[in-house]
């Protein structure tokens, strides 16, 4: 780092009639009001950078005591001299990041880019109590995992270091198995591609099997993020209402057949019902009819903590309509970048050279790593231990909901899977204020009403994950959920 340092003052060293300790000063103010430099780097020590730069030191102390006088860097003896962290009026490129539900708005935005930013919902703090769907990152194996891909990369080939195409052998082949005995789904591993997260999945079903305007049902409330890629490519999205079976299925008017099904049939998103078999087969009926695609988003499928596992709509539909998408990111880690989807065989070869095209893969050497994680047991164990640990979690939320609360703010029923649930307000309080004045205690709760389609009536409630709130937390962190509570209530 000290050395990229010294080759930036030298690069950006102003000419000119100055002293050098001046020029020496505005290089560094102006790097640091450019936020070239961050808060906490570090300079280098006052010897060093004379020498390198072939000046006296005392010029360089004299710079660095200026920008000291002015709190751009601090000094302490044995730590050497750091810049300081600026209010966001000294610095010269402050981003603004819109708070709440306001739009971003640039002029440099095209069409589309201004429609996926008009209503951001993704958050940036994400290992935050009741953020929802987050796993409990911290119960990752990490010893496990470095040592299978320290073996891993010690008889690594070659080829495992390039461009990937649909995703590694050993991982699709673990992944088949895997997806076969748990998920009920009925795959070769020829049909499991390997991808970057559901998201871009549900991108690339978009974009190779959707035109603009295509119709898709997607579930109302349901999954933003589906929401936001299918907007981004055209789509034309169809509210449909979510009944306690899961998403409705209707005829639909003539020149209105959706080329898309969004659904989440084994754990709705985010209120939490089953879609029972009936109501799947009237969907694959509805889909065959119409030639449409079912998209089955599988995201916490392997999170149910009481009765049968729900098995995957997939394994439903012989010569099937259905595209199944699963991610490792609650299973494992959001981080991980990891998911994966089943498609039927026919458009194996065109997803895979679409995925290609649109995207490179790449991190073989991770997928060999998860490939090896899956095959000796460890991925099952894992997510054994985490059911049980969601488990409590859910029950001790829930518990505090009822005594605290009362037993209507939360609806126990067959919701008994995930990372989440779903807090019901029986009093009248507007959901997105809650959520405000939860973070403004240090809480990410999600509003249930932004879940649903702009446009359409919306339930107000909370969506509150439980997953990542360690044990030791979950009272204090609820204590703040209630005052926020309370300070809505007030206002209200
Ligand atoms: C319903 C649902 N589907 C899909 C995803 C996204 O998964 P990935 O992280 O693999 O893109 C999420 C993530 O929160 C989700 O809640």
Redesign the pocket.
């Known amino acids: 780092m000290q050395a990229l340092l010294v080759d930036l003052i030298r690069l950006r060293m102003p000419e000119g009639p100055a002293p050098m300790h001046r020029r020496l000063y505005e290089c560094l103010r102006s790097a640091i009001q450019e936020g070239v430099l961050v808060a906490d780097s570090l300079l280098p020590p006052s010897r060093v950078l004379a020498s390198e730069l072939g000046i006296a030191r005392n010029t360089v102390l004299a710079a660095y005591r200026q920008l000291q006088l002015e709190a751009y860097v601090g000094s302490r003896q044995g730590i050497g001299t750091r810049v300081k962290q600026l209010a966001p009026e000294r610095t010269a490129r402050a981003i603004a990041f819109p708070s709440g539900t306001e739009p971003y708005k640039s002029d440099a935005l095209s069409a589309r880019g201004t429609q996926i930013v008009a209503m951001p919902r993704a958050s940036a703090t994400q290992w935050s109590a009741f953020m929802p ?1 987050v796993p409990d990152v911290s119960r990752f194996p990490e010893r496990l995992w470095t040592r299978l891909r320290n073996a891993c990369w010690r008889s690594h080939r070659s080829e495992e270091l390039c461009y990937g195409y649909g995703g590694l052998a050993q991982l699709r082949q673990a992944l088949s198995l895997h997806l076969t005995a748990t998920r009920s789904v009925n795959c070769t591993p020829e049909q499991v591609l390997v991808t970057d ?4 999945a549900i991108d690339l079903i978009t974009r190779l099997l959707g035109d603009v305007g295509d119709i898709a049902w997607m579930e109302n409330p349901g ?1 933003w ?2 929401r936001a890629i299918l907007e981004a490519n055209g789509i034309r999205q169809v509210p449909v209402e979510v009944d306690a079976h899961g998403m409705r299925c209707l005829e639909p008017a003539a020149g209105e057949a959706p080329r898309f099904l969004f659904v ?1 049939p084994s754990h709705q ?1 985010p209120l939490g019902s089953v879609m029972p078999v009936q109501r799947r087969q009237e969907l694959l009926a509805l889909a065959h009819r119409h030639g449409s695609w079912v998209i089955e ?1 599988d ?1 916490d499928g392997e999170f149910r903590f009481s009765g049968n596992p729900v098995p995957a709509m997939q394994g439903l539909a012989a010569g099937s309509r259905v595209i199944y998408v699963g ?1 490792f ?1 609650k299973t494992l880690y ?1 981080g991980l ?1 990891m ?1 994966y989807m089943v498609v039927p065989l026919e458009l194996v070869a065109s997803f895979r050279a679409a995925h290609a095209e649109l995207y490179r893969e790449g991190r073989l050497m991770t997928q060999a790593t998860l490939a090896q994680f899956i095959a000796q047991g460890h991925f099952a164990s894992h997510i054994r231990a985490m059911r049980t640990l969601y488990a409590q979690r859910r029950e001790m939320l829930a518990h505090l909901i009822e005594r605290r609360l009362g037993r209507d703010w939360m609806v126990r029923g067959e919701d008994e899977a995930g990372l989440h649930l779903v807090m019901r307000f029986p009093i009248p309080l507007q959901d997105t204020v809650v959520a405000r004045e939860a973070l403004a205690r240090g809480i990410h709760v999600k509003a249930l009403s932004t879940y649903f389609a702009p446009g359409t009536t919306a339930q107000q409630g909370l969506v509150l994950g439980y997953a990542c709130v360690q044990e030791a937390d979950m009272v204090t962190k609820f204590e703040a959920l209630l005052s926020a509570l309370r300070a809505t209530d007030r206002t209200t």
């Open positions: 769907g997260g559901a998201h871009q999954y993020g589906a989440t998103y988003d995201y991610t990111s959001p970048r998911a």
